[in-house]
């Protein structure tokens, strides 16, 4: 297995935009969870899905933020306007349920820069 | 709220000696601990974990100390090798969490090891 793909890996849009983030977990991984990561509060957890419903989307910062799961081996977070203050490394990782040792399997991330 | 905090964002070692990483959480719901090691332009990987059954789990290198009634955790690498530097993500989570395998991440420590 290639591992959590993401893709862009990087992105430069202007302020205003709008901007898709795309994820495509392990197969076979049930949950997949989209974290944002920044200096002050290391890795958020933005919102997490199990087999394709998103369970908890409480740390969404704003309605700018949008996530969906269309089926098992694809996911994309959208962020409509985007908003310079959105600069961050947003990861996506997969993971089976409970009873693994090490967690989650993550991506490499895409770094988004808004201007 | 931080519920896991690390509160050195940086760290300097000199090659060959000891590395201790901390870690400090909030919420008594947490039994399971995982260190995850981030390389620039690279998703976290997974580390070494340990469970509140015990107090020390050691993997080569590295060692994770648990102190449940400090609520305090810490990774220890030694010897440190140049290879080690790298941003590290202190992780919990409740062991019987029905809802997948959240976790909850501190703000990460940067680690230098110099030659």
């Known amino acids: 297995d290639a591992g959590v793909i993401q893709s862009p890996r990087h992105e430069v849009t202007e302020m205003g935009q709008e901007v898709t983030l795309r994820c495509k977990p392990i197969s076979g991984h049930d949950y997949l969870f989209w974290y944002r990561q920044t200096m002050m509060r290391g890795l958020e957890l933005l919102i997490y899905?199990?087999?394709?419903?998103?369970?908890?989307d409480s740390g969404m910062p704003e309605d700018r933020f949008s996530a969906k799961m269309p089926n098992a081996s694809f996911s994309t977070l959208k962020i409509q306007p985007s908003e310079p203050r959105d600069s961050a490394v947003y990861f996506c990782a997969s993971s089976f349920p409970s009873g693994t040792d090490y967690g989650y399997t993550f991506g490499s991330g895409t770094r988004l820069t808004v201007v | 709220d931080q519920q896991v905090k690390q509160n050195s964002p940086s760290l300097s070692v000199q090659e060959g000696r000891i590395s201790i990483l901390n870690c400090d959480y909030t919420?008594?719901?947490?039994?399971?601990f995982l260190w995850y090691k981030k390389y620039p332009a690279e998703g976290p990987t997974f580390l070494i974990s340990i469970s509140s059954i015990k107090d020390k789990n050691e993997d080569g290198r590295f060692t994770v100390f648990l102190n449940k009634s400090a609520k305090h955790l810490s990774l220890h690498i030694v010897p440190s090798q140049p290879g080690d530097s790298a941003v590290y993500f202190c992780a919990a989570r409740p062991l019987r969490e029905t809802s997948g395998s959240r976790l909850t991440f501190g703000e990460g420590t940067q680690l230098t090891v110099n030659p």
């Open positions: 919420n008594s719901m947490f039994d399971y």
């Open positions: 899905f199990n087999n394709n419903v998103p369970i908890d």
